[in-house]
């Protein structure tokens, strides 16, 4: 059961989405009122109203921060691995399902919420960062000639389109823990033999 949080002092923006996360994680998106955040922070009802203008501010917010935190965690685990394709493959494959299955309800809503008509620009630049470093570390990979020739577009597909759909099923809990790991690991040798020269 959930306790109440009073909220008293600090940045209220921030208390906002912390709170709004937890919900999301707890209930799913329907379930989130910033009427209902602003009583379990403890402050007026109107209060939010100077952060988010309505609920899908607020939800904008929310998937926004996510693809921030998404390439963020991308970046530090291609910073911390090997210089090879298969190395830097395998640490973005790794760290991209650990942030979908932690992070499950968060990434359904970042990729519902980046596709709609209303979707900011801000979104759409943030939504890109992480398939940008995954397009960097393919481009790289060329030049070496540790993956085949063609455009960026058409070995990436596959990549991303196989990558997500593992996450995906990780993250819905479609795929036992226990075979997590090692079938990330063949994901990948199956990448890589897609990709090979």
């Known amino acids: 059961m959930h306790t109440r949080r009073r909220y008293h002092h600090g940045?209220?923006?921030?208390?906002?989405?912390?709170?709004?996360?937890e919900?999301?994680?707890?209930?799913?998106?329907?379930?989130?009122?910033?009427?209902?955040?602003a009583r379990d922070l403890g402050v007026s009802h109107a209060a939010p109203s100077r952060h988010f203008k309505d609920k899908q501010a607020l939800l904008d917010a929310?998937?926004?921060?996510?693809?921030h935190r998404l390439a963020q965690t991308m970046t530090a685990a291609l910073e911390g691995t090997g210089a090879s394709f298969a190395e830097r493959l395998r640490a973005g494959a790794h760290a991209y399902v650990e942030f979908a299955t932690a992070n499950a309800a968060l990434l359904d809503?970042?990729?519902?919420?980046?596709?709609?008509?209303?979707?900011?620009?801000?979104?759409?630049?943030?939504?890109?960062?992480?398939?940008?470093?995954?397009?960097?570390?393919?481009?790289?990979?060329?030049?070496?000639?540790?993956?085949?020739?063609?455009?960026l577009e058409s070995v990436g597909?596959?990549?991303?389109?196989?990558?997500?759909?593992?996450?995906?099923?990780?993250?819905?809990?479609?795929?036992?823990?226990?075979?997590?790991?090692?079938?990330?690991?063949?994901?990948?040798?199956?990448?890589?033999?897609g990709c090979a020269p």
């Open 109 to 151: 809503l970042m990729y519902a919420i980046k596709h709609t008509p209303e979707a900011s620009e801000e979104l759409g630049a943030a939504s890109q960062r992480w398939i940008a470093q995954m397009e960097n570390l393919i481009a790289e990979a060329q030049r070496r000639g540790e993956v085949r020739d063609g455009s």
């Open 11 to 21: 940045d209220l923006r921030a208390a906002l989405l912390t709170r709004a996360e």
């Open 23 to 37: 919900t999301l994680r707890e209930r799913g998106p329907a379930a989130l009122s910033l009427r209902e955040l």
């Open 157 to 193: 597909i596959g990549v991303f389109s196989t990558l997500h759909g593992y996450a995906s099923l990780a993250a819905s809990d479609h795929l036992p823990p226990e075979v997590r790991a090692q079938g990330l690991d063949d994901l990948v040798a199956f990448i890589l033999r």
């Open 62 to 67: 929310l998937a926004l921060t996510g693809f």
